[in-house]
């Protein structure tokens, strides 16, 4: 069964380090996003991204915030310049439409310290 | 925004209980989901529901969209089972997903 997939699991940076956190959705969806979970807390939307450009974004997802499809099967989310209050657990999902019968499929995440 | 609460927010049962965890939301939706967190904090998704009633195994589902609220049901709980269940919602004209704040189920032994 196809499935979301994301790596690192685990990545551990310095405050003010930029980390690439990279995901590689289910092939044929068409819709890709970053989600985060602060530990003990519900999961956040950041970003949703549509044929090359970001769709919809919250009020989180600031100019610390990046995020690219470099090639055909990748997706990923950049944070410049890390603050202790990004550590959280990331999530990128997928979904093959939007709106109506729109499932979106979670990846395992990846868990960001920030030391 | 669109708010989703979720009832209750802890719940213990033992092996082999039945359980309803329930979820509100405050405005009509296009999709909802169900989601299981694994204690590796994996989201394993449960049910896509946006209206009417499915199961899987011991799970089921019913999503009733006009009174706004989705139950999750679980019966002859396992200890496999513990975690937290979230539920989420899509609002029409927005591509994301609202989470709830989710139900922390332990199943003792």
């Known amino acids: 069964e196809p499935e979301v997939t994301q790596t690192p699991s685990h990545q551990v940076t310095q405050m003010g380090q930029e980390v690439i956190l990279r995901c590689v959705p289910i092939?044929?969806?068409?819709?890709f996003y970053w989600y985060r979970q602060i530990l003990g807390q519900k999961v956040e939307f950041l970003v949703s991204?549509?044929?090359?450009?970001?769709?919809?974004k919250s009020e989180i997802f600031d100019d610390q915030f990046s995020v690219e499809r470099p090639d055909g099967s990748n997706f990923t989310l950049k944070i410049r310049s890390t603050k202790l209050e990004d550590s959280a657990m990331y999530f990128c999902?997928?979904?093959?439409?939007?709106?109506?019968?729109?499932?979106?499929?979670f990846g395992p995440g990846t868990r960001l310290t920030v030391l | 925004g669109i708010q989703v609460e979720q009832s209750p927010p802890d719940l213990i049962l033992q092996e082999g209980a039945n359980s309803t965890l329930r979820c509100n939301f405050s405005d009509s939706v296009n999709n909802l989901q169900w989601f299981h967190q694994n204690p590796w904090g994996q989201l394993i998704n449960l049910f896509y529901i946006p209206s009417g009633t499915k199961q899987n195994g011991r799970l089921s589902a019913t999503t009733v969209a006009t009174e706004r609220y989705s139950l999750l049901y679980i019966s002859s709980s396992q200890t496999t089972d513990s975690g937290v269940y979230f539920c989420a919602v899509e609002r029409g004209g927005s591509e994301k997903l609202v989470f709830g704040k989710g139900t922390k189920l332990t199943v003792n032994p």
């Open positions: 092939s044929n969806h068409l819709y």
């Open positions: 999902a997928s979904s093959m439409t939007s709106g109506g019968a729109n499932e979106q499929f």
């Open positions: 991204f549509y044929n090359n450009e970001i769709s919809e």
